[in-house]
């Protein structure tokens, strides 16, 4: 019979056919393995969406590989989609607790977003963010406050001190202080998210009405505030 040939690194392990891509089939030569870098573009588009339905069927192994192989052609394209693709695969890694794997997608979306974009932009912000909330999930309150306060200088910047983005993480930035029984800065932090979602959510809104509710808490005793947070704050919004 044939021998089969095993993929080779950074190689696409599939064949032509008529016009079409056929993955994940053995073939009997080298010569149908297509470097990612020949694959068109809606091929990788392809592959994101076969990975979204693997996710919606909570078969997470699967997604990741299917995103792995939309951003191969991502990247070899020179396209920004890798980085939405990195992503995704940091917030199934972050779902499973695998934090060091989680960073390291972030980072690949990161240095993306930074050579495609201004430092300043949005996205990059949103890979700050994120991962600061990694670096909250591993206790890690220091990494997590410095890379919320790279998001928050940028959505300031960009979007002004009342958007919905500036409320959310100076909630997160207090839930961390408060934390780190740090009161004073943890209530600073509540107040401008709560003058951020009521600007861009109205004063009713249950995000408004939440982080006021977290502002009043500042006025109990450190005892009765530090027994509250230990079991019902999160750290990250």
Request: charged share 20%; aromatic share 8%; proline share 6%.
């Amino acid at each position: 019979g044939l021998e089969m040939t095993p993929p080779r690194p950074r190689r696409t392990f599939g064949v032509l056919n008529n016009g079409g891509f056929a993955s994940h089939l053995m073939v009997p030569d080298a010569k149908y393995l297509v470097d990612p870098g020949n694959c068109p573009l809606p091929l990788a588009a392809t592959y994101t969406c076969m990975g979204n339905v693997h996710f919606n069927q909570k078969d997470y192994a699967r997604t990741l590989e299917r995103y792995r192989q939309a951003a191969a052609i991502y990247e070899a394209k020179g396209s920004d989609q890798a980085a939405m693709t990195y992503n995704n695969m940091a917030l199934i890694y972050m779902e499973q607790k695998e934090y060091d794997k989680s960073l390291e997608h972030h980072r690949k979306a990161l240095a993306i977003h930074e050579r495609v974009h201004d430092p300043r932009h949005p996205s990059t912000a949103l890979s700050h963010h994120n991962m600061g909330a990694v670096f909250a999930a591993q206790g890690d309150h220091a990494g997590a406050l410095e890379a919320f306060d790279k998001a928050l200088a940028i959505w300031e910047q960009v979007l002004g001190p009342q958007s919905e983005p500036v409320g959310k993480i100076c909630s997160s930035m207090g839930n961390l202080y408060g934390g780190k029984l740090d009161h004073g800065q943890a209530r600073a932090f509540y107040e401008r998210a709560a003058a951020a979602y009521a600007a861009a959510l109205g004063p009713e809104h249950e995000n408004t009405v939440a982080v006021r509710e977290k502002v009043a808490k500042m006025a109990l005793s450190p005892e009765e505030l530090a027994a509250i947070q230990a079991k019902t704050m999160p750290l990250v919004e």
